[in-house]
């Protein structure tokens, strides 16, 4: 399933799709996400991406253009878009200037603190959210509340709730569930759209622009689709 | 994706141990800066900062760094260092990046004559890698494409776009990217005024030919030398350093090698130094120059330690 149906998918959750299928659509949806916010595009993934299929009309406006201007600029990228992407990257997520205010740092932690400091109160829940869920950093050498970890977070709990159900184990399916909406409440919302709108300020090409407008409009279906599920099981409670 | 299930910035541990838990409860409990409860960042004014009342340390001073923010308009930009506004013309402006640029002339060069009659970004690409593999750069090809146009030696044709193609799959439109674009490099008059000037010999006769010709011996011999086989530095500079002329001032061989390699008689490659097509002919010129020029005076002083190449041949 290509990861652009998550926003399609979405429409008929939750009654009368697979959840199986929308569990591991959703998962892919933030694998991409994640591996474009956390490190620059390389020549595979720019060849990956321009063979990525563009929805015209998800039902979300943000996701519309943030697909719109991603296709805008893919159609047009060539060899040197690869070197046009990495500056744009740093200028966008690094910058430079010591405030705290030169670039969209994709830190919780400077969204949430009053000093916009790295390593701060959301480091350490995120910390604790991954300990609770049997996680723990392999190659990753920053702070555990980077938009990426995050939103990979939400994958590893995606892939296990596709796994829960097709072992029709209910009652954990439901548990990974209500975890994930709690992160998405309690963290991702809690800052994204700040970050989302540092990004469109910060950010040069229309690439990255439609990136940060995506991922505004994935987080918005994906707390839909929880919620409905969430929902759901109640009313079967 | 590239790695759609990959999470590899996480893995699964066993169930939590006891020392998490301790530094997960360390990590809570810190609380650095407990005493700015009224803190609020939206309140902080950059263009209201008194800079005589900031002490060294604090935080909240920004004005002595500069910021994306305070820095003023006309310095976040900047004018590329050689470019025909910089230098004054295009060739003046590819000559100088030439010049400071010796260890990708080469390849500077090459390109301006591979784009000659336009070529495909992807066949630069291709063919500035193979060039390049025994003389690697952190510049990517069409960096150094880039470099070349910012000069005024190559000008970028973009082709057109194709029109926009639509799928419709299980009642959803979705949009395809059908066409890959390959842009096509052309190098301009001004380039190609200055690879015909670099490539037909006229920087190896004014550097060596007029202004070094004092040693026009020692280059013709290391020519000759590197002209039989590919050769090491240290087998240069071993050589060189048997000339009498190249004691005092002591000249090593490496003034040879760069002199050469910067006027395109030789080029590095697989681990040895190596004579081009240019040097080929290059040398003839020098071997009829050497053969007219008066005997330098400090020439007929013997060496101490080792004998003159003449005697050697």
């Not at chain 1, 205010?101 to 480091?123: D, G």
Request: net charge negative; with cysteine.
């Amino acid at each position: 399933m290509s990861t652009e149906e998550i926003i399609e998918i979405s429409e008929n959750a939750p009654e009368e799709m697979d959840l199986v299928e929308l569990m591991s659509a959703r998962a892919q949806g933030y694998g991409m996400l994640a591996r474009l916010l956390r490190v620059e595009i390389d020549a595979p993934t720019l060849k990956e991406l321009q063979g990525m299929r563009f929805p015209t009309a998800t039902g979300n406006a943000k996701a519309d253009e943030g697909y719109r201007q991603m296709f805008e600029y893919l159609r047009r990228a060539w060899d040197d878009s690869i070197t046009e992407l990495a500056i744009d990257f740093v200028r966008t997520f690094i910058g430079h200037g010591v405030n705290g205010y030169s670039a969209a740092y994709p830190f919780e932690s400077v969204y949430t603190s009053e000093r916009r400091l790295l390593m701060q109160e959301a480091r350490a829940e995120v910390l604790a959210a991954f300990r609770e869920n049997n996680l723990k950093k392999d190659r990753w050498t920053e702070g555990e509340d980077h938009i990426a970890l995050e939103l990979e977070f939400m994958q590893r709990l995606s892939l296990r709730t596709a796994e829960a159900i097709a072992a029709e184990n209910d009652d954990e399916a439901i548990e990974l569930v209500r975890r994930q909406y709690a992160f998405l409440q309690d963290h991702l919302l809690n800052w994204v759209p700040m970050f989302v709108s540092d990004m469109r300020m910060f950010a040069k090409t229309v690439f990255y622009k439609g990136v940060a407008q995506m991922l505004m409009g994935f987080l918005e279906e994906d707390e839909a689709v929880l919620t409905a599920l969430l929902e759901s099981v109640t009313e079967d409670e | 994706m590239t790695e759609p299930n990959s999470a590899d910035r996480l893995t699964n541990q066993p169930n939590g141990t006891a020392q998490a838990q301790d530094e997960l409860t360390d990590a809570l409990e810190l609380d650095l800066y407990g005493d700015d409860d009224e803190f609020d960042p939206l309140e902080i004014d950059y263009n209201d900062i008194d800079q005589e009342e900031m002490d060294d340390d604090n935080p909240y001073d920004t004005i002595d760094y500069p910021t994306i923010r305070n820095m003023p308009e006309e310095s976040r930009h900047h004018d590329p260092v050689y470019s025909p506004a910089a230098q004054g013309s295009a060739q003046a402006a590819v000559q100088l990046m030439l010049k400071r640029n010796p260890a990708r002339r080469p390849v500077l060069l090459s390109i301006m004559g591979l784009c000659e009659e336009g070529c495909a970004s992807s066949v630069v690409t291709e063919r500035v890698t193979e060039w390049q593999k025994d003389n690697l750069s952190v510049y990517s090809p069409m960096t150094l494409c880039r470099m070349l146009e910012r000069a005024g030696a190559l000008e970028l044709e973009m082709p057109e776009v194709s029109e926009e193609h639509e799928v419709v799959e299980d009642g959803v439109v979705y949009l395809e990217i059908t066409d890959s674009v390959d842009p096509v490099w052309r190098t301009t008059e001004a380039g190609r005024e200055v690879y015909e000037q670099c490539t037909q010999g006229a920087e190896f006769r004014e550097m060596v030919l007029v202004r070094d010709a004092r040693y026009l011996e020692v280059y013709q011999a290391v020519m000759e030398r590197i002209a039989d086989e590919p050769r090491t530095k240290q087998d240069i500079e071993d050589f060189v350093a048997t000339f009498p002329i190249c004691q005092k001032p002591l000249r090593f061989g490496n003034h040879f090698l760069d002199i050469l390699e910067a006027t395109d008689a030789i080029i590095w490659s697989d681990h040895a130094w190596r004579i081009t097509d240019l040097g080929r002919t290059l040398l003839e010129e020098v071997r009829a120059a050497a053969k007219d020029a008066p005997a330098d005076p400090s020439a007929s002083v013997p060496s101490p330690s080792a004998p003159s190449p003449a005697k050697e041949a």
